[in-house]
């Protein structure tokens, strides 16, 4: 009779004659790459090569002449173990548990995942448990979630703003950042260019960006003005990588916005002081020679108009007489601004002005006269009426340019309002100067303290108001800043520190 021919899914060992099953059975389980305990609950049975030397033992002998699993097994995992054990014996259903951290003999720490169901062993039942060694993978997933939670953090504690953006610049994602984190998030969905004023557009810095964005490429700093709706204008610093999927398409950017205002500011302060110190010595020589010049034509062309004996002469003269002085004016605002200063930052001998609102009072007062068509108002705070550092005749020049700037800029017509009251800080006296005028652009605001910066006619503005202004706050320890968008006016902001604090 012909030996019936086996169906391929019948065992090997099956087939064999039964004096050779051990032998395959030791094959199969030696040679094993998974690790295979045979135990009795706490008693192990049989061990394969490779469970001996996933726990750290020379052979699978050294493990059953450990004896009990309680050597092997932590105690708290013991007792999880006897509840699967159990578990398993009972409902004779196998159980898997995943990624069960241990210890090996030499106390390195391994995970396993570990496939157990009962079997027949010599007349009883056991557990047969197959341990699959998964330290490596679980290893690079701790790490994996190791450095993400370091990258959260550095994201958290950052000031830097973390985004991504679609690969047309649509912001999809902001974190981090604090303050400026939640004003970009206000902005999510929108381009970013939507965001960007059109009034400051620095347009080498946006072609930058957009070929940036255009050819997929990092881009690195370009500062840029953003309106961020709580947080106002801000000057950001950005810089981004381009994201590629798996098929190396560009699907986005992603990267950092930092908030430079405050460093751009204090950038282009340094800078405007050291324009002034230089600008002042060459400009003060230079009146100081037109100055000189000037005296002669003066007398002379008074004299000649005196003595003219034609009409057409006296006012030809006159003429001379009326531009010479007009000259003499914007030399003596020249010479104002170069007269040598205290390098200290301080007024030298620490003058005070005991009684500033009286001098801001009664400056205000005479100015009105000049446009009677304004409205001038000035307020005080109590708490305010305290001695500042400076001269009453350098805080009448400060309210004196302000008013006057405010009345040439809304030509005679609307209102300026004063007010003073005690800085935050309690340590100075805050002076504020709005008008209702035009505003300025931000291009213009940005240079309104440069020296013979003016964006008046000429013969109009010398454009040394607000400079002369400038130094003197600065000299008194204090500080001035402007506001202004086209449409909604201007105002002046001063901190002008109290003699004695
Ligand atoms: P000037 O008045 O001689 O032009 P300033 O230094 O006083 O010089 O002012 C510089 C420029 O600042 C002005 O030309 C004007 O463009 C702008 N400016 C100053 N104050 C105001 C204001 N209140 N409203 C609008 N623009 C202003
Ligand atoms: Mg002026």
Redo the contacts with the bound molecule.
Sequence with gaps: MATPIPSPNTAPALLAAPEDQQELFTTLLDGSNQAILIHDRLEPLYANPRFARLLGFETPEDVIAAGWLDELIPIQRLVRAFVVWSRVLESGQPVTLTEVKGFNRQGAEIFVDIHTRPIQWQGRTVIFSSLYDVTARSHAKRDLERAYLRYRQLAESAHDVFWDMTADGRLTNVEGGDDLGHAFSLCLGDPWLDHVPVDARDENAITALKTAFHTGRAFRTQTIPFDLGPLGRRLIEINGVPVFDEANTLIGFRGTFRDETGAEQARREGELQRNLAALGRVSGGVAHEINNLLQPILTFSRLAADRATTERDREAMQTILASARQARDIVKTVLEFARPRNASGRASGLATVPDPLAVIDREVRILATFAPEVQVSVSHTPGDHRAIIGTAAELGQIIA??V???F???EDRGRVILTTASSPDGKALALT?A?S????SET??A?????F????EFG??????????YGIVRRWGGTIR?E?MPGT??R?MLILPYAET
């Design positions: 340019n302000l006057k700037n405010a040439e800029a809304m100067c008008d005028g035009p505003g300025m213009v605001r240079r309104i303290f440069e020296p910066f003016t964006t008046k109009k503005g010398t454009g040394l108001g607000l400079s002369i202004i402007c202004s006016g201007t002046f």
